[in-house]
């Protein structure tokens, strides 16, 4: 008799082998780390004594299953803000708050709580890409999980870096610190394309080959990134990161919902692997990856739950089932992607996925001891059918749930055991986490009432802009005015520049958080066609105004921001109750009256139409004696024009008399 360790007895071994060998009363012998033989019952116990028999009838013994893609400490912002599109979603929730809170305590808290949920789904092995990834390492390694874990690297400041290029030196770091532990894989994770400039992508590639090591990262989830890189570089996705030398390294890439065979070929050619997350991209309206024609092509797809504030939960069993099935639909045929193929995703192929293939994914002598037992005798799992034994998968993949998962065991150590986590404290967990909702929830409702934090949060180079500007606006009824003034002796033009503007006004309930304008600035050419386009955000908050001389206004607190996303954006995360628009021609002049600097512009409101043309005079100021000079300036400029004071409007365009909402 041969000594081992463990002997799981009974139960029906599903061994995920090249030969998908199935054995209806089986037993896996285990010693140390590793399994030792994988076999029938009665053969396995006459030849082998173990110190510990485990009796598992009425179970499946199973391949640990294997999350390609997740993003782990991110189970402490579940929930947060569902039902958005992913840009609203990641730049205008998740990012502020990640920059707010994301610390190595959060990191490391994160971690454990996903671990705790994974262990009960059956997980063994995952694939994670998030910050202070050292952290999340020690959290699975503590844990007892395996993980191949990612480095992020973007090109903006992360929580963890201030530049991507610390970020490459931290992934270095933890690169050193980690590999060669015999459950933590460290890899490098530039987030995605749109989120990389080519060098970070370029050095991201060479660091994982430098060190064989993975790259992870996120390729054609959205359409809207396909679109962006086609006109940007005139290259679809996948051919960009090729062209960049991206896929030499072990590539993993995350979704590829928006990926053409040509492309499918080019990861094929590079060995590159997929993780397919069906969740996360039918919650988020990504669209659906086309999975079958991947596999089709010999491309390697695990399966991936995503983070938790995307999907909202670690559970592969039914993402399992979710693959499976959407990709009937997806291809209108109930033949695509059977069940079993859908388990062989989340563990051999997964395993693959993750370039563990030789060590993890499958039940066979020599590999890890990554092994799940679940029940297969529940009420939802009954009867059972003998006559095809594929049925087992079926029942596993379109029945089973993660509540039948009774024990895991990974690296041949035991994580659970009936239900009962045997190395995280799972109370301890869920009471730290509830902590940290109620300091979220707090800084997130400041955030939300406040219009200028939540301007703060999704602009980059926000400026306080014209702080203190005097000002006044008149009707112009003549234009010979105008020349008279811009041929006056004492005027020099120092620039004139001819726009078409677009404003859209966002009004909220509480007057007293300001109005925020979004104005695309079409700057005309002497053909009136437009030669370059600029977007601006314009917080303007509530105003205590002064007049001079009755005619000119003092204004301030105004907050510029360049606007680099679309008008849409802007408005379902403002959430504004009204809108209003308004589009004119102007004509601006830049001018020095006397030696003094000042703005004139010249407007036509075109929508809603307005009859007249209006004169407007601004000059910024930073001290009420000087304000008082400007003032006296500006009344001598509407004297040459012929101004009358009846003329003249204290109002802003949008509060004018006449024109219509
Ligand atoms: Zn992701």
Redesign the pocket.
């Known amino acids: 008799m041969e000594q081992v360790d463990i002997l799981l007895s009974g139960g029906i071994v599903i061994s995920m082998d090249a030969a998908f060998t199935l054995i209806f009363d089986g037993a896996v012998a285990i010693r140390g780390s590793e399994i030792v033989a994988v076999g029938e019952r009665e053969a396995l116990t006459a030849q082998y004594t173990a110190h510990e028999v485990v009796d598992c009838s009425g179970q499946y013994v199973m391949p640990g299953l294997v999350n390609a893609?997740?993003?782990v400490p991110m189970t402490l912002l579940r929930g947060l803000a569902d039902d958005r599109r992913l840009d609203v979603w990641l730049m205008g929730y998740m990012m502020p708050t990640e920059r707010e809170f994301v610390s190595p305590e959060f990191c490391r808290l994160g971690a454990q709580l996903a671990c705790a949920e994974q262990i009960r789904s059956g997980i063994t092995s995952f694939a994670d890409?998030y910050y202070y990834e050292a952290e999340i390492a020690q959290a699975t390694a503590d844990a007892g999980m395996r993980g191949v874990l990612g480095q992020t690297i973007l090109k903006f400041p992360a929580p963890d870096a201030d530049s991507y290029e610390d970020s490459l030196a931290y992934a270095r770091q933890f690169i050193e610190t980690w590999r060669g532990h015999p459950l933590i894989t460290p890899a490098v994770a530039p987030h995605a394309p749109y989120s990389s400039t080519e060098d970070l992508l370029r050095q991201s590639a060479a660091l994982a080959i430098e060190y064989d090591v993975p790259v992870l990262i996120?390729i054609a989830e959205t359409r809207q990134e396909v679109d962006d890189s086609l006109q940007e570089r005139d290259q679809r996705v996948v051919d960009y990161v090729n062209s960049v030398g991206l896929l030499d390294a072990k590539v993993l890439a995350?979704?590829c919902v928006h990926i053409k065979i040509s492309e499918m070929h080019t990861l094929r050619e590079h060995n590159c692997t997929v993780a397919h997350?069906p969740t996360?991209n039918l919650k988020l309206a990504s669209g659906i990856a086309p999975v079958t024609d991947m596999l089709k092509f010999d491309v390697t797809v695990g399966i991936?739950t995503?983070?938790p504030a995307?999907n909202n939960d670690l559970d592969m069993i039914e993402e399992i089932r979710l693959a499976a099935i959407l990709a009937k639909t997806a291809a209108n045929d109930p033949t695509a992607l059977p069940a079993r193929q859908a388990l062989l995703m989340a563990t051999r192929q997964g395993a693959e996925a993750l370039y563990l293939g030789d060590v993890t994914g499958s039940l066979e002598p020599g590999k890890l001891a990554d092994i799940v037992m679940m029940d297969c005798d529940g009420a939802h799992n009954s009867p059972r059918f003998r006559r095809d034994p594929n049925a087992v998968y079926s029942e596993i993949v379109y029945a089973s749930k993660s509540t039948d998962v009774a024990h895991v065991m990974c690296h041949g150590r035991w994580l659970m055991r009936d239900r009962e986590l045997l190395t995280l404290d799972e109370e301890a967990l869920k009471q730290r986490a509830r902590d940290y909702a109620v300091k979220i929830d707090v800084f997130l409702a400041a955030h939300e009432g406040d219009i200028f934090s939540k301007l703060l949060a999704v602009t980059q180079g926000m400026e306080r802009g014209e702080s203190f500007e005097v000002q006044t606006k008149a009707i112009l009824r003549d234009a010979s005015g105008l020349e008279r003034l811009l041929s006056h002796p004492d005027v020099q033009i120092l620039k004139m520049n001819h726009y078409r503007q677009y404003d859209t006004y966002f009004e909220f309930d509480r007057a007293e958080v300001g109005r925020l304008r979004y104005r695309e600035d079409d700057l005309l050419d002497d053909k009136g066609e437009a030669q370059a386009v600029r977007s601006r955000l314009t917080l303007t908050m509530p105003t205590k105004e002064n007049t001079f001389h009755s005619s000119v206004l003092l204004s301030h607190s105004r907050f510029i921001a360049p606007a680099d996303r679309p008008l849409r954006f802007y408005r379902e995360y403002f959430q504004p109750v009204a809108e209003r628009e308004l589009q004119k021609d102007r004509r601006r002049w830049h001018l020095h009256y006397q030696g003094v600097l000042f703005y004139l512009n010249v407007d036509q409101v075109l929508r809603p139409e307005a009859p007249d043309t209006f004169i407007e005079i601004k000059s910024r100021t930073w001290s009420a004696m000087d304000a008082e000079n400007k003032a006296y300036r500006i009344q001598q400029m509407l004297g040459i024009m012929g101004v009358p004071a009846e003329d003249i409007i204290l109002t802003d365009y949008l509060e004018m008399e006449g024109l219509p909402d």
């Open positions: 893609h997740t993003h890409m996120h995350a979704h997350c996360s991936g995503d983070g995307s």
